[in-house]
Protein backbone atom coordinates (compact mmCIF):
# COMPACT_ATOMS: atom_id res chain seq x y z
CA UNK A 1 0.00 0.00 0.00
CA UNK A 2 1.27 3.36 -0.33
CA UNK A 3 1.73 6.07 1.88
CA UNK A 4 3.34 9.36 2.20
CA UNK A 5 5.01 10.93 5.10
CA UNK A 6 5.68 14.90 5.45
CA UNK A 7 8.35 14.73 8.64
CA UNK A 8 7.59 19.00 9.57
CA UNK A 9 4.47 19.81 10.32
CA UNK A 10 5.21 23.54 10.73
CA UNK A 11 8.06 25.34 9.03
CA UNK A 12 8.87 28.63 10.45
CA UNK A 13 11.13 30.91 8.21
CA UNK A 14 12.35 34.61 7.63
CA UNK A 15 11.34 36.01 4.32
CA UNK A 16 13.88 35.66 1.98
CA UNK A 17 15.18 33.14 3.11
CA UNK A 18 15.41 29.79 1.63
CA UNK A 19 12.78 26.37 2.49
CA UNK A 20 13.19 22.88 2.09
CA UNK A 21 9.75 20.77 3.08
CA UNK A 22 10.36 17.44 2.96
CA UNK A 23 8.12 14.26 1.35
CA UNK A 24 9.22 10.75 1.29
CA UNK A 25 6.54 8.23 0.26
CA UNK A 26 6.40 4.26 0.36
CA UNK A 27 4.86 2.44 -2.54
CA UNK A 28 5.83 -1.08 -4.41
CA UNK A 29 4.99 0.21 -7.72
CA UNK A 30 5.65 3.84 -9.82
CA UNK A 31 4.06 6.61 -8.50
CA UNK A 32 2.99 9.96 -9.63
CA UNK A 33 4.01 12.50 -7.31
CA UNK A 34 2.36 15.75 -6.50
CA UNK A 35 2.35 18.96 -4.58
CA UNK A 36 -0.60 20.55 -3.50
CA UNK A 37 -1.38 24.08 -1.54
CA UNK A 38 -3.82 25.40 0.50
CA UNK A 39 -3.85 29.52 1.17
CA UNK A 40 -6.46 29.89 4.66
CA UNK A 41 -9.95 29.47 3.86
CA UNK A 42 -9.38 28.17 0.20
CA UNK A 43 -9.03 24.69 -1.87
CA UNK A 44 -6.12 23.00 -2.40
CA UNK A 45 -4.22 24.00 -5.49
CA UNK A 46 -1.86 22.02 -7.47
CA UNK A 47 1.84 23.40 -7.17
CA UNK A 48 3.86 20.95 -9.43
CA UNK A 49 3.81 17.59 -10.16
CA UNK A 50 6.05 14.30 -11.62
CA UNK A 51 4.73 11.49 -13.98
CA UNK A 52 8.21 11.00 -15.91
CA UNK A 53 10.93 12.51 -17.59
CA UNK A 54 13.24 15.20 -15.34
CA UNK A 55 13.07 14.49 -11.96
CA UNK A 56 13.28 18.37 -11.02
CA UNK A 57 10.05 20.04 -11.83
CA UNK A 58 9.17 23.70 -11.50
CA UNK A 59 5.95 25.57 -10.50
CA UNK A 60 5.62 29.15 -11.76
CA UNK A 61 5.90 30.82 -8.96
CA UNK A 62 9.43 29.51 -7.38
CA UNK A 63 9.32 26.20 -6.20
CA UNK A 64 11.13 23.33 -6.91
CA UNK A 65 10.57 19.21 -6.74
CA UNK A 66 13.04 16.76 -6.99
CA UNK A 67 12.01 13.08 -7.42
CA UNK A 68 14.46 10.98 -5.73
CA UNK A 69 13.63 7.15 -6.59
CA UNK A 70 16.54 5.75 -4.37
CA UNK A 71 15.66 7.70 -1.33
CA UNK A 72 11.63 7.76 -2.18
CA UNK A 73 11.59 11.03 -1.80
CA UNK A 74 10.30 14.18 -3.67
CA UNK A 75 10.90 17.49 -1.34
CA UNK A 76 9.57 20.72 -1.38
CA UNK A 77 12.43 23.27 -2.06
CA UNK A 78 12.17 27.43 -2.70
CA UNK A 79 15.55 29.54 -2.79
CA UNK A 80 13.68 32.70 -1.25
CA UNK A 81 10.65 33.09 0.22
CA UNK A 82 8.11 35.79 -0.07
CA UNK A 83 5.06 36.36 2.98
CA UNK A 84 2.67 35.35 0.43
CA UNK A 85 3.88 31.91 0.34
CA UNK A 86 2.32 31.27 3.96
CA UNK A 87 0.35 28.06 3.79
CA UNK A 88 0.16 24.45 3.95
CA UNK A 89 1.66 21.86 1.70
CA UNK A 90 0.41 18.40 1.23
CA UNK A 91 2.62 16.49 -0.73
CA UNK A 92 0.27 13.57 -2.76
CA UNK A 93 1.13 10.17 -4.79
CA UNK A 94 -1.12 8.22 -7.31
CA UNK A 95 -0.71 5.37 -8.85
CA UNK A 96 -0.11 5.21 -12.50
CA UNK A 97 -1.78 2.06 -13.50
CA UNK A 98 -3.95 0.81 -16.05
CA UNK A 99 -7.62 1.67 -14.80
CA UNK A 100 -6.34 3.77 -11.47
CA UNK A 101 -9.09 6.65 -11.17
CA UNK A 102 -5.96 8.41 -9.95
CA UNK A 103 -7.01 8.38 -6.82
CA UNK A 104 -4.71 10.60 -4.60
CA UNK A 105 -2.97 9.25 -1.27
CA UNK A 106 -1.69 12.91 0.97
CA UNK A 107 0.80 13.42 3.77
CA UNK A 108 -0.38 15.19 6.99
CA UNK A 109 0.49 18.53 4.89
CA UNK A 110 3.03 21.34 6.24
CA UNK A 111 2.15 24.60 7.58
CA UNK A 112 4.66 26.92 5.76
CA UNK A 113 4.73 30.23 7.91
CA UNK A 114 6.87 33.03 6.11
CA UNK A 115 7.67 36.04 8.58
CA UNK A 116 8.90 39.12 7.62
CA UNK B 1 -11.25 30.72 -14.17
CA UNK B 2 -13.75 27.68 -14.04
CA UNK B 3 -13.73 26.06 -10.12
CA UNK B 4 -15.08 23.51 -8.30
CA UNK B 5 -17.86 25.18 -5.58
CA UNK B 6 -19.27 23.45 -2.47
CA UNK B 7 -21.96 24.35 -0.25
CA UNK B 8 -22.74 24.72 2.73
CA UNK B 9 -19.12 25.97 4.15
CA UNK B 10 -19.67 24.98 7.52
CA UNK B 11 -22.40 22.50 8.46
CA UNK B 12 -23.36 21.84 11.94
CA UNK B 13 -25.73 18.98 13.18
CA UNK B 14 -26.46 16.65 15.95
CA UNK B 15 -25.47 12.89 15.96
CA UNK B 16 -27.63 10.84 14.26
CA UNK B 17 -28.43 13.35 11.96
CA UNK B 18 -28.28 13.03 7.97
CA UNK B 19 -26.26 15.90 6.40
CA UNK B 20 -25.51 16.01 2.75
CA UNK B 21 -22.54 17.88 1.07
CA UNK B 22 -23.17 19.63 -1.66
CA UNK B 23 -20.37 19.97 -4.94
CA UNK B 24 -20.77 21.63 -8.10
CA UNK B 25 -17.48 20.37 -10.58
CA UNK B 26 -15.81 22.13 -13.37
CA UNK B 27 -18.62 21.61 -16.11
CA UNK B 28 -16.67 19.54 -18.76
CA UNK B 29 -14.60 17.25 -16.23
CA UNK B 30 -16.18 13.59 -15.89
CA UNK B 31 -14.18 11.93 -12.44
CA UNK B 32 -15.21 13.15 -9.13
CA UNK B 33 -13.80 12.46 -6.07
CA UNK B 34 -15.04 12.78 -2.29
CA UNK B 35 -12.01 13.27 0.22
CA UNK B 36 -11.83 13.93 4.34
CA UNK B 37 -9.57 15.89 6.64
CA UNK B 38 -10.02 15.01 10.05
CA UNK B 39 -8.78 18.24 11.88
CA UNK B 40 -5.06 17.65 12.36
CA UNK B 41 -4.70 14.39 10.13
CA UNK B 42 -4.13 13.31 6.52
CA UNK B 43 -6.35 14.03 4.08
CA UNK B 44 -8.16 10.76 3.16
CA UNK B 45 -9.55 9.32 0.01
CA UNK B 46 -13.13 8.59 0.76
CA UNK B 47 -14.50 7.56 -3.00
CA UNK B 48 -14.41 8.24 -6.67
CA UNK B 49 -17.08 8.23 -9.04
CA UNK B 50 -17.36 7.92 -12.73
CA UNK B 51 -19.93 7.18 -15.53
CA UNK B 52 -22.82 7.87 -13.10
CA UNK B 53 -21.34 5.06 -10.40
CA UNK B 54 -18.71 4.50 -7.93
CA UNK B 55 -15.46 3.67 -9.51
CA UNK B 56 -13.09 3.20 -5.99
CA UNK B 57 -13.84 3.33 -2.70
CA UNK B 58 -12.25 3.70 0.71
CA UNK B 59 -12.53 1.31 3.57
CA UNK B 60 -13.69 4.63 5.58
CA UNK B 61 -16.69 5.07 3.03
CA UNK B 62 -18.87 2.34 4.95
CA UNK B 63 -22.56 1.82 4.30
CA UNK B 64 -23.20 5.37 5.85
CA UNK B 65 -22.53 6.76 3.11
CA UNK B 66 -23.48 7.47 -0.48
CA UNK B 67 -22.66 9.60 -3.55
CA UNK B 68 -24.88 11.15 -6.35
CA UNK B 69 -25.02 13.18 -9.27
CA UNK B 70 -28.44 13.71 -8.98
CA UNK B 71 -28.75 16.25 -12.06
CA UNK B 72 -25.95 16.16 -14.28
CA UNK B 73 -24.28 19.32 -12.30
CA UNK B 74 -24.31 18.53 -8.75
CA UNK B 75 -21.98 15.71 -6.89
CA UNK B 76 -23.50 15.15 -3.29
CA UNK B 77 -22.33 13.34 -0.22
CA UNK B 78 -24.88 11.97 1.88
CA UNK B 79 -24.06 10.44 5.52
CA UNK B 80 -26.83 9.30 6.92
CA UNK B 81 -26.62 8.99 10.16
CA UNK B 82 -23.16 11.59 11.58
CA UNK B 83 -21.21 10.14 14.23
CA UNK B 84 -19.22 12.53 15.96
CA UNK B 85 -16.01 11.02 14.44
CA UNK B 86 -17.27 12.33 10.93
CA UNK B 87 -16.32 15.70 12.18
CA UNK B 88 -13.76 16.79 9.99
CA UNK B 89 -13.33 19.12 6.30
CA UNK B 90 -14.59 17.21 3.06
CA UNK B 91 -13.69 18.50 0.20
CA UNK B 92 -14.63 17.47 -3.25
CA UNK B 93 -12.37 17.78 -6.46
CA UNK B 94 -13.00 16.84 -9.90
CA UNK B 95 -10.94 15.93 -13.12
CA UNK B 96 -11.43 16.02 -16.94
CA UNK B 97 -10.05 12.92 -19.26
CA UNK B 98 -7.06 11.38 -19.65
CA UNK B 99 -5.40 9.89 -16.85
CA UNK B 100 -3.20 11.24 -13.74
CA UNK B 101 -4.85 14.71 -15.43
CA UNK B 102 -4.81 17.66 -11.98
CA UNK B 103 -7.73 16.92 -9.73
CA UNK B 104 -9.18 20.76 -9.07
CA UNK B 105 -10.53 20.54 -5.25
CA UNK B 106 -12.81 22.40 -3.73
CA UNK B 107 -12.51 24.73 -0.87
CA UNK B 108 -14.11 22.03 1.55
CA UNK B 109 -17.29 21.63 3.87
CA UNK B 110 -16.45 21.80 7.67
CA UNK B 111 -18.72 19.62 9.19
CA UNK B 112 -18.90 19.31 12.84
CA UNK B 113 -21.07 16.82 14.55
CA UNK B 114 -21.99 17.41 18.03
Known amino acids: AQSVTQLDSQVPVFEEAPVELRCNYSSSVSVYLFWYVQYPNQGLQLLLKYLSGSTLVESINGFEAEFNKSQTSFHLRKPSVHISDTAEYFC??????????????FGKGTKLSVKP | EPEVTQTPSHQVTQMGQEVILRCVPISNHLYFYWYRQILGQKVEFLVSFYNNEISEKSEIFDDQFSVERPDGSNFTLKIRSTKLEDSAMYFC????????????FGPGTRLTVL
Open chain 2, 93 to 104: ASRGTGNYNEQF
Open chain 1, 92 to 105: AVSEPSEGSQGNLI
